[in-house]
């Protein structure tokens, strides 16, 4: 093998044995041990752990997929390097105690976004890459904006500095509008309608592993984990605050959902699908109750996990039919079975059908709408649920279901890379809904779960 395989090899492993080990680091009962080694001032409490499961089980996934898919040996090299920088953008995004470091580390983000987009060079990726980049310069200028006012205002970008001083004035008008700005920017990079312009493009023209990256963890990192980090240690829980979290996790619900339902590109309408599953999270937030929160946290991890499974059934279904119009696909189960069971699996996850993971954070989610007084949006939950449910089993039923075409004969189901991933993420969505009921008492401790 040539030097440049051996060295490309060498990185493929490297990087996978990188996200495993933050795989197994996060479920550790204690840290502890490895405080001498880490003397920056980070956070590291029940929330970041979750969120940094997440993205190592969606990166490791994200990498095999590209092992898979990616032919070209230097384009592959390349997608490598840019994960461990979008792992180390994510991994800063998580654990940062001020807003001026939550920032930088966003912003390392979204450049190996932009990059990762465009990596396969064709125009599509480059116009999605492009209008990602025009969206997040603005969503950064209005952060920085924020930034400035709230370090005028406080004295200081810790999360905890700034958080004192919107508790000495929480009225103030100033305070307010810093808030509504960062709160904004943060809606742009997760993608929330009606932000949500850059994203179905990026979802669907990027390449399929980065596609798996961009909707498993990405955006809700950038974006949907910084919005409930924000809210729980530095801005308070005011009514403006959470009026707005509830009319924008509402209309990312239903207008999320109701653009599903008209796509027929698979990748596309899984990208609106991902916008009204983050509407729950967002939502969930907007409660201002522990329960409420519990609600988004639990509704994060599983939609990282439903969401990124989807996707790499989508990609598995790409690579092997040749397409991803769903109006030409028909009866794939029959050629791809696992990829069809493993499907279903995160459909009905997705819709909130028990005993799967789904159901219990969306669950919780509207139980905590509905104790909290907010009648109106738990409705809205509800029925968006249905109609989730009526468009990914029609998803179902054209790809999977049905007769096999002529033209996908010779189809059959996708490697190793592929399967492993879909098989370990169902098992995990249908493990987590089964055990849920039964271990919540043994270890959940609300409070612990946001630093409090």
């Known amino acids: 093998m040539p030097p440049a395989g051996m060295m490309r090899k060498a990185a493929f492993w490297a990087c996978l044995a990188m996200f495993t080990g933050q795989i197994v680091l996060v479920l550790m009962p204690n840290l502890s041990a490895f405080e001498p080694f880490f003397k920056v001032d980070l956070i590291v409490d029940e929330l970041s752990k979750v969120v940094l499961f997440c993205v190592g089980l969606v ?4 990498l095999l997929s590209g092992e898979y898919i990616i032919k070209d040996e230097y384009q592959k090299f390349n997608f490598m390097n840019l994960l461990l920088i979008a792992l180390a953008g994510m991994n800063g995004v998580i654990m940062v105690k001020d807003v001026f470091s939550l920032y930088v580390f966003l912003e390392i983000t979204a450049v190996a976004s932009f990059i990762l987009i465009s990596l396969g060079r064709d125009m599509g990726g480059l116009e ?5 980049l025009i969206l997040s310069a603005i969503a950064s200028v209005i952060m920085l904006s924020s930034i400035s006012l709230l370090l005028l205002l406080s004295g200081d970008t810790s999360f905890a500095g700034i958080n004192a001083a919107i508790m000495t004035s929480p009225h103030s008008h100033l ?5 509504g700005l960062f709160v904004c920017g943060l809606f742009i990079k997760g993608g929330l309608m009606p932000f949500h312009g850059w994203l179905p493009y990026a979802y669907s023209a990027a390449p399929a592993p980065v596609s798996i990256l961009l909707a498993g963890i990405v955006t809700k ?7 409930i980090r924000i809210m729980t240690l530095v801005f308070a829980f005011n009514d403006p605050i959470k009026y707005v979290l509830l009319f924008v996790g509402a209309a990312s619900i239903i207008l999320g959902a109701f653009a599903a339902m008209g796509q027929s590109d698979f990748k596309r ?3 609106y699908s ?17 329960l409420g929160i519990f609600g988004a946290v639990f509704h994060l991890l599983n939609h990282a996990v ?10 598995a279904v790409e690579s092997q039919a040749g397409t991803r119009d769903m109006d030409k696909m028909s009866g794939l189960a029959e050629k791809m079975p696992i990829t069809g069971v493993t499907s279903l699996i995160a459909v009905l996850s997705t819709a909130g059908i028990p ?12 139980l905590a709408l509905w104790l909290s007084g907010h009648y109106f949006y738990s409705v809205i939950a509800v029925i968006a649920s249905v109609i989730t449910l009526a468009y990914m089993l029609s998803m179902q039923r054209r790809v999977f279901w049905g007769k096999t075409g002529p033209a996908f004969a010779k189809v059959k189901e996708a490697g190793f890379l592929l399967v492993l991933p879909a098989v370990i993420l169902a098992a995990i969505t249908v493990v987590i809904g089964l055990i849920f009921p039964f271990v919540i008492n043994m270890f959940i401790q609300l409070p612990d779960l946001i630093g409090g």
């Open 59 to 62: 990166s490791a996934t994200s």
């Open 128 to 132: 999605a890459a492009f209008k990602y």
């Open 175 to 179: 305070i307010m509008f810093a808030m």
């Open 221 to 227: 990192t950038a974006g949907i984990y910084s919005l």
């Open 269 to 271: 309408m899984l990208a």
């Open 274 to 290: 991902s916008i009204s599953q983050m509407g729950y999270i967002v939502i969930g937030l907007g409660c201002g109750t522990m």
């Open 306 to 315: 439903f969401k990124t499974l989807l996707f790499v059934n989508a990609a």
């Open 355 to 366: 005993p799967l993971s789904g159901f219990w954070s969306k669950f919780i989610i509207i």
